[in-house]
């Protein structure tokens, strides 16, 4: 159920889509419904006692809530979906919980049949990483045409930030602090992938990622499970508009279901421990968003939770999942997680098959387990033949709601080429990402940035300034031949006024060789970096301003499997930087990368940083657009940057300890700062940059926040659904130019019978305003922004004071509070 959307109003017209609330979190949201219906069970008649009998008969696995999606739910496509399933073998059963990669030899291989065999005898329910519509047509064919029942295989693929068209990768595009961007980038992956023969794809990523050093951050939409809620929402909506039989629809998969981002020390697969509360108020905040917005399949991670893989986990995808959110789509594994199920030693292949199968695994992805095992236990009653069935019906519905038996066939169209509409929708995406980090200003010039003057002499260097492949970003289908490069944008621009310099290649030595598809243009720059870091330098002292495109290499440490333990630039960047510095000249950094970088000594020394993600197809135009202010850069950031990898994982919402950190502790031993307190002994607790920070090019200033009411009663809180009370705040623009601010509203429960955090985010509405324009802007609170999970894991609200902070960053310091009272 959707939160109600702050308000936002002033003399223009106001855009109500740019206002975004998080999603219901309540698992007890008909509880006020249920408690009317039990006080009127006295007055019914025996006939109605016998009904209600009934009802409360239904089976356990029964859907405690009404079903996510209506479509899945119609009783048009479950009545096919019957009438099919009584047709079926059992064979042909289990065929349609199995997938398969096409080309892979793990599956196919062991059954010694051919895929277009095994197609053909109905053994194969969906296949991924099948491209294009001449390759899906030839399955689908044989599908259609050749198997018995003639019912059509499904088509997965990794479809993360657009198809084709690439876009900024979706931690970037949460930096935009817009749902709309993730919808529009839903909305034309889709479509390409549709156009494709692909008609189900495996995104949102909506796991909570507060750990930089875990590669898959770059998928995630940040730290906060608030803007996370919304983005997931979006993206789901984008994918599959409300209705999944157009045929520019696909069925979208959030993932990775549950907790994935939270693997301990960052590294990927790794175990997952942590209470329900915060599992719950937490990590599973975003799936239950993208639940709630309908979406049709959900993914299972690789982890565990609490010593349980989570691919057998009845807890999270059959209690969680499927009775307290009502989710009616069906459930796939990771890669080959069932068959790994064996090496979390929790059975051997036959065992751990059931366990994912009974837990609500619905389909097996390329593990081969379920095509081999579950027949025999069926036959020989370990395995309920219902259990199978229940998990066929939940695939089949989502073809039928596809319209794939109706339109199983993909029309072959002409090779991609990126329309201008396209490119410019992925510019004006790209634009919304960049976040400022710092402007300062420098001598004779005042605010280095926007560059002022196209006659000046820009020198260009780093192993990013012009490099089509990485500026893509992991995870991605887009050719790089379309990749726009930030040298080629500033020649656009500069004409014979830039310099370039590549300076020295993304990894030097041996590691260089790692990268594939990136190889420097100056051999050198790998081999021997400090002959090609002088020749940069030479190169900046020839200009009046040196901008530098600095990161890490998205083929290799972006992803999965990516997971590093340093957090710097790789390679001999960082000596670059620093040799580039001190030449005086005014330098400019560009950090394109996947993750948050530990960059203290920029942050320290480097007057400009803009923080431009790996911006997509679009990107050298956009971080142009900002470097020269075209774009007033809007972007705030979705994640903390680190002054040192130490912290990790880090992020603004912790809870609070019995000895915090002295407000005025830098991190460097001091007189008179208590030693045993929360601290680091060589470092200050806080980001570098945090979590919501992002700078314009203009200023805006906040009102002190008022409150509609400032003493609600406990009760009238805990009965009601809508608004108690309103948030509300004047944001004027005080400086020259027009600007977008990020409106953000955070508070805390001072009071609380269970620790919570010191603040959270609970509100944020962008808002453009014209020079000296001021807005008013009100957030409603109600029980699902105020109340939390305690430790019995149900949600509460108690007799407290919440404290209150409106502004731009999660440092924002306009504060009030109210109080529930009893």
């Known amino acids: 159920m959707p939160d109600f959307p702050p308000k936002v109003s002033d003399s223009c017209p106001t855009n109500p889509k740019n206002a975004h609330h998080r999603p219901e979190l309540a698992e007890n949201v008909y509880h006020g419904r249920v408690m009317f219906q039990l006080k009127k069970i006295a007055l019914i008649s025996f006939a109605q006692w016998i009904a209600l009998l009934v009802v409360l008969s239904v089976p356990c696995g029964a859907q405690s809530v009404p079903p996510s999606n209506p479509q899945l739910a119609s009783k048009a496509i479950n009545d096919r979906v019957e009438k099919l399933l009584g047709k079926m073998t059992l064979e042909e059963k289990i065929g349609q919980l199995v997938q398969y990669s096409a080309g892979a030899a793990t599956g196919p291989s062991a059954s010694k049949l051919t895929y277009d065999e095994l197609v053909e005898r109905g053994q194969v329910g969906s296949m991924l990483n099948v491209v294009g519509a001449k390759q899906t047509n ?106 999944l039989s157009k045929l520019d629809s696909v069925a979208a998969c959030v993932k990775h279901f549950a907790a994935y981002g939270a693997a301990i020390a960052g590294r990927d697969y790794n175990a997952v421990e942590m209470g329900l509360p915060t599992l719950r108020q937490v990590y599973l905040a975003p799936y239950h968003a993208a639940v709630e917005a309908g979406v049709a399949t959900v993914m299972s991670s690789f982890n565990t939770v609490n010593g349980v893989p989570v691919t057998a986990n009845k807890y999270l995808e059959t209690d969680v999942l499927r009775k307290d959110w009502g989710f009616d789509g069906f459930v796939v594994s990771d890669w080959q997680s069932v068959l790994e199920l064996e090496a979390h030693a929790i059975g051997d292949g036959s065992t751990v098959a059931r366990k994912a199968l009974e837990a609500g695994t619905d389909m097996d992805m390329e593990g081969n387990l379920y095509a081999t095992t579950l027949a025999s236990q069926v036959r020989s009653g370990k395995i309920p033949e219902s259990v199978v069935d229940e998990a066929v019906r939940r695939i089949l519905r989502v073809k039928f709601a596809l319209g794939l038996f109706e339109h199983p066939y993909t029309e072959i169209t002409p090779p991609y080429t990126p329309t201008a509409e396209d490119r410019a929708t992925a510019r004006k995406v790209a634009d919304e990402t960049m976040v400022l980090l710092k402007n300062d200003s420098v001598e004779g010039i005042g605010n280095l940035l926007p560059l002022s003057s196209k006659e000046k002499t820009v020198a260009l260097i780093g192993p990013l300034a012009d490099n089509q492949s990485e500026l893509r970003g992991a995870w991605t289908g887009g050719d790089p031949k379309y990749v726009v490069t930030l040298r080629q944008a500033l020649q656009e621009r500069l004409g014979d006024h830039l310099l370039y310099s590549e300076g020295c290649a993304l990894l030097t ?56 333990t340093r957090l710097g630039f790789t390679g001999a960047q960082e000596k670059l930087l620093e040799a580039v510095v001190a030449t005086g000249k005014p330098v400019i950094l560009v950090v394109i990368a996947g993750r948050p970088l530990a960059i203290k000594w920029a942050g320290a020394l480097v007057p400009a940083i803009i923080e431009a993600w790996s911006p997509g197809m679009e990107g050298g135009h956009a971080i142009a657009d900002v470097l020269f202010g075209d774009v007033n850069p809007s972007g705030k950031l979705p994640a903390s940057l680190p002054r040192s990898v130490g912290q990790e994982p880090l992020y603004y919402a912790q809870l609070p300890t019995g000895r915090p950190e002295p407000k005025d502790y830098t991190g460097l031993p001091q007189d008179g700062i208590e030693k045993f307190v929360s601290r680091y002994l060589d470092e200050q607790n806080s980001a570098l940059f945090p979590f919501g920070w992002g700078l314009s090019y203009t200023r805006f200033r906040f009102s002190k926040p008022t409150l509609s009411r400032t003493d609600i009663p406990v009760n009238e809180l805990r009965a009601s659904r809508g608004p108690v009370t309103k948030v509300s705040v004047d944001v004027t623009n005080t400086g020259s130019r ?85």
């Open 509 to 564: 030595g041996p590691g260089a060789k790692l990268l594939e598809d990136t190889r420097p243009h100056d051999p050198e720059a790998a081999t021997d970096p400090d002959k090609t870091i002088a020749e940069a330098v030479a190169v900046a002292e020839k200009a009046d301003v040196a901008i530098l495109a600095l990161g890490e290499p998205a083929s290799l440490m972006e992803g999965e499997a990516a997971s590093r």
């Open 738 to 822: 027009e600007g977008t601010e990020v409106v953000q509203l955070y508070i805390r429960n001072t009071d609380a019978n269970l620790s919570q955090p010191i603040r959270e985010l609970k509100g944020f509405a962008r808002i453009t305003l014209k020079p000296g324009e001021t807005k008013h802007v009100e957030f409603p609170l109600g029980f699902n922004q105020l109340s939390y999970y305690n430790a019995n894991v149900e949600r509460e609200v108690d007799p407290t004071t919440y404290d209150v902070w409106v502004g731009g960053s999660s440092l924002a310091t306009e504060e009030n509070s109210f109080r529930i009272v009893e």
């Open 138 to 243: 030839h399955y689908q064919h044989i599908a259609m045409e050749k198997s018995r029942l003639h019912i059509p295989i499904i088509f997965g693929l990794d479809v993360i930030h657009g198809h084709h068209t690439t876009f900024p990768v979706p931690l970037a595009i949460a930096a935009s602090w817009d749902p709309d961007a993730a919808k529009t980038v839903a909305r034309i992956g889709a479509r390409e992938a549709r156009a494709g023969g692909i008609d189900w794809v495996f995104s949102p990523m909506v796991d909570i990622a507060r750990d930089a050093r875990w590669g898959r951050i770059i998928e995630s939409n940040g730290e906060d499970p608030y803007l996370s809620s919304a983005m997931a929402r979006a993206w789901v909506e984008g994918y599959q508009q409300g209705d």
